[in-house]
């Protein structure tokens, strides 16, 4: 890459893109076919792609039990390098160190990659799951990512051979991090803030956005287009969702969408550390972190996401937070408002819970604009009036809403 | 000053503060009195009390002809401090350096300082003007501040006896910088933006600030409590507007309010620079630069106050810039915004301009609430009502509006 304005990317001055094009794949797919196949969970598939893509620069592949051991304990890897998650493989079988294997996707068959295996090793998942998740309770999603993981972990470097349906299925939003640091430094930003987003983007989403969009050169606004929860409004009813918002509500020089590979791990804090991470490699400077970042049910306090942050070790992560309140409409104030900035009563704000909304949507009731926009609303209601009875009481749609004041539903 | 976790002062790690108080200054008093007085102008007064309650540290009294050529032409002291806007004192005659000085108040006749001399010197003040204000025009209110002056400047350090009426007559927002340092310290915050004010707050402004709150540990809504020019709100209805704002709409434990003493250059682009620079001093560690900051008529472009902070070497400022777009509430939003966060057109922002918003204020007309607050309305309505009609026609009150949009006053 020329020199550059851009924020570096972690712990390197380039990208480190593990992913082969043209001849070299080509080859490199031939040897695979002939190698002993591991197949991938979705988890590792989409960890792997970002592998290639560079999301995850500098790993060169799945670790290894060192530093594997080190992230889960302190954050960092053997080498010193800050990283809050591990990213590992995991096989039923112990591989010798110095065998190549040939990595598949379990959901569609399809050959990813390869690795040359430097190490096998087996882990203590409840060690693991307590330092990442903080919790080892089964009822977690995370936790049962990871304690469905075969016996052992196989660690070393990679070559990636396939970015899987993404970039078909997800064209309007999937994105590599050298795509959209090309599209920042034409833009001439510098500083640039990324915005989260797995669920349809509603107009607490949005105020989060345009307070970063107030402050720095530009929004990146990087949605999931990964595995999420059972019931999660699925990638391409979000991403229809987030167009239209942008569409009509975003000033079109200030804001980049874009979608990355990940399944969700539900890990909060930790996981809003991650989210950080890769979105400098993304070219980002500055990571949202609202109420509740990568939470899932009642695991993490409201800010301790935000908290984490600041328990960073000097020069760990060069992508900084912006950390917001808990956004809301306000009557009284007559506009978006947080904690931070509203002194007025729960009475007067208007917070619904995921339930009302659901309701709301699938029963045809009414919802505030100052909640969501209405050409939101209505690819959310024409999702859920094509959904099954049975299907609808499962969809959770809004992760982070409280059941105060849902009577403002029908004002 | 204690270990603290806020900004150092401009140039200094501790605040100069030249006010002497208690015997000492009851002594200084006395040979005062004995003293030749030198009387100084309202702008010369009010850069007397901050030289003394540390605002303008490190200065140590009102700058030589090195200085001064220095801040006109490259912003920079002898010492190679950065200094934007010059502080001199003028007097219709040379004095002996060496010799010592009384300055009274031309306003009160009340003595306010000695100063030992160091040195007369003459100016070229079209050079002054055109490097301050960008221009010598005669009808710029700043311009015809230098013009008026003496023959000759009069340098030298200062004690400062006296804060005049500021900390009475503003007794609810008078503040020094040791002050609102204490404040922020109890408060325990670290960034802290400033908001300049020398109009009544309208939603515009409730927007800048809250963006800051929402970004940082709090905002300090920093007002001129000094002279403006003819016809603007004068320093006690404003304090009133906002202390009701405040009060109704901002949390309050994100804010602090305070008062300086100085009065209004209109010096654009050098101004906002000034004010970053002693809102340091206060201990804030931002400053929010809008639109057409410190500017007055046509004279600068409206993000010009924006585009010189880029223009500093490295180190000459600590406080850092928060620069904010034109701001106001757009019907399609349904919010407010800035045009960097609204992609709606002309006729769906409340725009209004000052003459149409005094118009309604004297005449009983209506004012939408989105462009000020019912609280802030009132209290102007009420001193428009107490002018006599001549008056009426003088009174400026907002800055920075335009005429588009104007219908919508009557919507």
Redesign the interface.
């Known amino acids: 890459m020329a020199k550059s304005n851009l924020i570096r990317p972690h712990g390197s001055d380039n990208l480190k893109i593990l992913l082969l094009e043209g001849n070299a794949r080509q080859d490199e797919l031939k040897r695979a076919e002939k190698l002993p196949k591991v197949e991938m969970t979705t988890r590792e598939t989409g960890d792997l792609i970002m592998l290639g893509i560079g999301g995850f620069t500098p790993l060169e592949g799945f670790m290894g039990h060192d530093d594997w051991k080190g992230v889960c304990a302190d954050m960092k890897m053997k080498s010193g390098l800050f990283w809050p998650i591990p990213v590992t493989l995991s096989h039923s079988e112990k591989i010798n160190p110095g065998s190549e294997i040939c990595l598949t996707s379990g959901e569609t068959g399809e050959i990813m990659g390869t690795m040359k295996v430097s190490e096998s090793y087996q882990i203590d998942k409840e060690f693991e799951c307590k330092s990442v998740f903080k919790t080892a309770d089964a009822q977690h999603p995370g936790v049962q990512m990871v304690m469905a993981q075969k016996e052992w972990n196989v660690a070393g470097s990679v070559k990636v051979l396939s970015e899987s349906y993404f970039p078909k299925e997800f064209s309007m939003v999937y994105q590599r991090p050298a795509e959209s640091r090309k599209i920042f430094e034409q833009k001439g930003w510098k500083t640039i803030a990324a915005l989260q987003l797995r669920n349809p983007m509603h107009r607490s989403h949005e105020y989060l956005a345009?307070?970063a969009?107030?402050?720095s050169d530009g929004i990146y606004i990087h949605q999931l287009v990964g595995k999420l929860k059972p019931g999660d409004i699925p990638g391409d009813v979000r991403v229809k969702c987030i167009n239209v918002l942008v569409e009509?509500?975003?000033?079109?020089d200030?804001v980049v969408t874009g979608g990355y590979p990940l399944d969700m791990r539900y890990a909060g804090p930790r996981e809003g550390l991650l989210h950080a991470l890769f979105r400098q490699n993304f070219g980002c400077t500055h990571m949202i972190i609202g109420r509740d970042h990568a939470g899932v049910g009642d695991y993490y306090g409201p800010f301790d996401a935000q908290q984490i942050f600041f328990q960073l070790w000097d020069g760990a992560l060069e992508c900084k937070m912006?950390p917001?309140?808990w956004t809301f409409w306000c009557f009284k104030?007559?506009?978006?408002?947080?904690?931070?900035?509203?002194?007025h009563g729960k009475d007067d704000r208007l917070m619904l819970s995921g339930t009302a909304l659901r309701k709301a949507l699938s029963e045809g009731g009414n919802v505030p604009?100052?909640f969501s926009r209405r050409e939101v609303l209505e690819i959310l209601r024409e999702y859920y009036a094509g959904l099954k009875e049975d299907e609808k009481v499962e969809v959770k749609l809004h992760g982070h809403a409280t059941g105060d004041a849902e009577k403002k539903i029908k004002k």
Chains 1, 2 share one sequence.
Do not use: H, Q
């Not at 009509?248 to 079109?252: I, R």
């Open positions: 345009k307070i969009v107030e402050v009509n509500y975003f000033v079109k200030r912006l917001i309140d104030c007559g506009g978006m408002a947080s904690m931070k900035t509203c002194p604009e100052e």
